[in-house]
């Protein structure tokens, strides 16, 4: 049901990628015509997907009928997974820089591996989890843009009389960064509603954790899916690969909150910045209640629930840099841009009366 819903979400979006690019309103570039070999790349990426529904059910069918795992099977699975994490590195043969464009190949990429992984449930929280991602991102952006544009402006400059020389100089100061003010970019404050940007991150990160296992209790996981790719016990190499399929949520979540960062015209890293300040709190108040006395299970408990609290700092600050390689070069359209555009306004504002009095003072 997972792979089925997988393949769905990507030939829908090579029908209507067009429309979704155009329609979305980021105001970036509008999607070109000339993108065959990204296409390509794309209905290659949901070939992989069908290939690996296939294969997993014809081992699943094979080791339930005590017949061991065939050898093409475990080739091709193998196959499957090295590919699914490599073709995408073929679209910088021809790049798509638009931010959707960018998620779905990340969700497309990750999609095999949960397919050939799963049990039951995997496959279709993988595909819920990143619906809830996408949505969540456009919802903070949509209410972002809305609280801005009914916010009040500012007052309008008022102009006063100056100077001839302290106008030139003015205008000359004004002309000499000109060429240095499209380097510099107008990052926005952080206010109260990216707490709970950051809030809201936080539970979907428990949410990751959670809902596909706790990664504290690997050796209690079914080995009945990573025997599709390892049918001999190897505690290491079944472990890495559970381990593998844990990380994927938190490697999607990281690029969701990496692009709504800068849709929002946040500082870099800033929403991540929130993130670890919240996870502070939490581990003070651990720090807290930690005890020395009692039963050896509530020491014991107390304590690493401590530990586990400081390594989450730790690990927020490894998923704001799986974001940056995730999101790298991305366009965002006007998130950022009018965030800039509303800084140069002010300068621009401020230019013009500067030169509007030195034309008055001259006259």
């Known amino acids: 049901m997972g792979g089925f819903l997988m393949v769905c979400v990507g030939v829908l979006y090579l029908v209507f990628e067009d429309s979704l690019l155009s329609i979305d309103g980021t105001g970036g570039k509008p999607p070109s015509r000339n993108n065959g070999l990204s296409r390509a790349i794309l209905g290659l990426q949901i070939g992989l997907i069908v290939l690996a529904t296939i294969v997993t059910r014809s081992s699943i069918l094979s080791l339930q009928a005590k017949r061991g795992l065939p050898k093409g099977n475990q080739v091709l699975g193998w196959a499957i997974l090295v590919a699914s994490l490599s073709v995408p590195f073929l679209h910088s043969l ?66 006063r009389p100056k100077s001839f020389d302290s106008a030139l100089s003015s205008i000359s100061t004004q002309l000499a960064s000109s060429d240095e003010g499209h380097e510099v970019q107008h990052y ?65 979540i990281s690029a969701n909150l990496g692009i709504l960062n800068r849709r929002l015209g946040v500082a870099p890293s800033s929403l991540f910045m929130v993130v670890m300040a919240i996870s502070d709190v939490m581990t003070l108040n651990f720090f807290w209640v930690v005890r020395d006395e009692g039963s050896w299970l509530e020491i014991g408990t107390s304590i690493s629930h401590f530990i586990i609290a400081s390594v989450f700092c730790v690990f ?22 009018g965030t800039q555009d509303s800084g140069s306004n002010g300068v621009v504002a401020e230019g013009t009366v500067e030169k509007a009095n030195g034309k008055v003072k001259d006259h």
């Not at 050939?116 to 919802?139: A, D, N, P, Q």
């Not at 809201?200 to 599709?228: D, H, I, K, P």
């Not at 600050?317 to 965002?332: I, M, N, Q, R, T």
Request: with cysteine.
């Open 94 to 159: 021809q790049p798509n820089q638009h931010y959707l464009h960018r998620l779905v190949v990340i969700f497309l990429t990750f999609s095999p591996v949960f397919v050939i992984l799963t049990i039951s449930y995997e496959g279709l929280f993988y595909f819920i989890f990143c619906i809830c991602l996408v949505t969540w991102g456009r919802l903070e952006h949509h209410i972002y843009t809305f609280t801005t544009s009914h916010r009040a402006l500012p007052p309008s400059p008022k102009l």
């Open 188 to 252: 926005r404050a952080i206010n109260l509603s990216d707490v709970r940007i950051a809030l809201f991150f936080l539970f979907l990160l428990q949410a990751a954790f959670f809902l596909t296992g706790n990664v504290a209790s690997v050796s209690s996981f079914s080995l009945e899916s990573v025997y599709r790719l390892i049918p001999v016990f190897d505690p290491f190499s079944q472990g890495a690969l559970l381990i593998v399929k844990l990380m994927i949520p938190f490697a999607v």
């Open 316 to 337: 927020v600050a490894l998923l704001e840099f799986v974001s940056e390689v995730f999101v790298s070069g991305v366009d965002v359209g006007d998130g950022r841009k």
